[in-house]
């Protein structure tokens, strides 16, 4: 059956709270890939508890739980293979800490109709111990199949880059096994490690998490464009243009804009897209 809109819009999804530590966030950024070169003082502030910072993209995981509230909501009868991460965007308020225990809740905004599919926009925050906000995340979830209901087609894409060369270029490489380091925090869809539900979904071999690119791209940025400060970053802003796989290197490019930092990003071995429409906003 298709999405029943009228039931969905507006939808609360289950509370749920998350607890992580200095382990988790190191995990985190190693399943980004960072730790490249393993002495370089920029990256153990990523993987070395005795200086540790925190990616901001790290805020898309503790509301993970809440997004899984999505299968079996009523009114949203879709099979969970058919989904695709069509575009994500946090607002963090504040620095994440290195450790926090924190609640979440979430609501469905929005669901567009696409023609060939659907996307549904959850909007998720995250408090922390004190009830004070942390991030709120803004996640948009692509359907297949699930569009053609005559709805708003939702608003087009934001965020182009400027017509000038960009002010920042800087290269990715991911690992073969890039996609199963990401897993281990948290998003354990088969689609992406199961040979056979990749072809499920339509793909000849398993793909890299769409959030995975997100936070790759995103430490891309803060290394190149805010000297590593991760504290800078107000929000991120991406569309995913097309998928990548491991062992691929992402080819992020930058232009300094009076919004921020536009961002768009490509396979440099397919020439494909993979991130687009893309803004990192700033302190």
């Known amino acids: 059956m298709p999405i ?23 995990l985190y950024h190693l399943g980004l890939g960072a730790g490249v070169p393993p002495t370089d003082p920029g990256e153990l502030e990523y993987c070395y508890e005795g200086r540790l910072k925190v990616l901001p993209t790290f805020g898309v995981l503790p509301v993970f739980s809440t ?51 659907a996307t549904v926009v959850v909007v998720a925050e995250t408090r922390d111990e004190r009830g004070e906000p942390l991030c709120t995340n803004r996640f948009v979830a692509f359907i297949r199949g699930e569009g053609g209901f005559g709805g708003d087609p939702g608003p087009a894409p934001a965020n182009e880059p400027p017509d000038r060369d960009p002010d920042l270029v800087a290269e990715s490489p991911t690992l073969p ?44 940025v803060v290394d190149h464009a805010l000297d590593g400060d991760v504290t800078r970053v107000a929000g991120f802003a991406a569309r995913f243009g097309g998928v990548a ?33 893309a803004l990192m906003t700033v302190r």
Request: net charge neutral.
């Open 67 to 117: 997004l899984t509230g999505l299968v079996g909501l009523d009114g949203m009868d879709f099979n969970p293979v058919m989904l695709l991460h069509g575009e994500q965007e946090i607002t963090v308020h504040k620095p994440l800490p290195v450790r926090a225990t924190v609640t979440n809740t979430g609501r469905v905004e929005h669901v567009y109709d696409k023609g060939k599919g």
């Open 177 to 220: 096994q890039q996609a199963l380091i990401y897993r281990l925090s948290g998003d354990k869809n088969p689609l992406h490690v199961d040979p056979d539900m990749a072809r499920l979904g339509g793909f000849d071999t398993p793909i890299l998490h769409g959030l995975c690119s997100y936070g790759i791209v995103a430490k891309a």
């Open 4 to 26: 029943d809109v009228a039931k969905v819009v507006g939808a609360e999804l289950p509370r749920t709270t998350a607890s992580w530590d200095r382990d988790d966030v190191i």
């Open 245 to 277: 796989y491991p062992g691929e290197t992402l080819v992020t490019k930058m232009w300094r804009t009076d919004r921020g930092i536009v961002v768009h990003t490509d396979c440099k071995e397919r020439g494909t897209k993979v991130v687009t429409n």
